[in-house]
């Protein structure tokens, strides 16, 4: 299974963009990148999902290079709303098992 | 809504005993995963179930055990309670009939052991 290493926290200003870098060194041929978001007593809710390359929704866009050793989630134009952890989670479904582990997160806070 | 249901929200019970989690995955989903998140720690995964099988376990204690019913709800169930064992519980479901697997948590059951 994939190990994922992100910045411990970030801070921003409101209307700023953000960049969080996971690195995942070993990450497997069959190996997706998906990034999750929490709330304070609320579950991970999923955010972006990539292979290679570059993947873009209505929240957020994410930035995988070439060698896919490591992805960057852009949250555009942040508010306070946007204020959580946020979790880099690498790995697939091998057809017997996934075991899907989150690493500590990338705490960020946003402020006026 | 994530479609993930648990129950119950909030449970305080005292050392020693016992409990159980209930979590119902959102209609279609045959995997169902439970995580433990203790106070500032991150997500630890303790099991997954698939169609009724288990299928991967984590750092899932020997007081605890789960199972996944043919209804494909799943029971988490916590022995010999301990202080430390006070978390949320989540428990998070997904299709996983395809590589990518993307997870849709419940919004989790908060365990106090006083």
């Known amino acids: 299974l994939a190990k994922t290493t992100q910045p411990i926290s970030m801070d921003s200003y409101e209307g700023q963009e953000v960049n969080i870098t996971c690195s995942h060194n070993n990450i497997a041929t069959n190996d997706y990148i998906t990034w999750y978001q929490q709330f304070p007593s609320q579950g991970p809710r999923f955010i972006i999902q990539?292979?290679?390359t570059k993947v873009t929704n209505e929240v957020a866009s994410l930035f995988i290079p070439a060698d896919r050793k490591s992805s960057t989630l852009s949250l555009p134009r942040v508010s306070l709303s946007d204020t959580a952890v946020y979790y880099c989670l690498v790995g697939s479904y091998t057809g017997t098992a996934s075991k899907l582990t989150f690493g500590t997160g990338t705490r960020l806070q946003v402020t006026l | 809504d994530s479609g993930v249901t648990q129950t119950p929200k909030h449970l305080i019970t005292a050392t020693g005993q016992r409990v159980t989690l209930r979590c119902s995955p959102r209609s279609g989903d045959l995997s169902v995963y439970w995580y433990q998140q203790s106070l500032d720690q991150g997500l630890q995964f303790l099991i997954q179930y698939y169609n009724g099988e288990e299928r991967a376990k984590g750092n899932i204690l020997e007081r605890f055990s789960a199972q996944q019913f043919p209804d494909l709800h799943s029971e988490l169930n916590l022995s010999s309670l301990e202080l430390g064992d006070s978390a949320l519980y989540f428990c998070a479901s997904s299709t996983s009939d395809r590589r990518s697997e993307k997870l849709f948590f419940g919004s989790g059951t908060q365990l106090s052991v006083l």
């Open positions: 990539g292979y290679k």
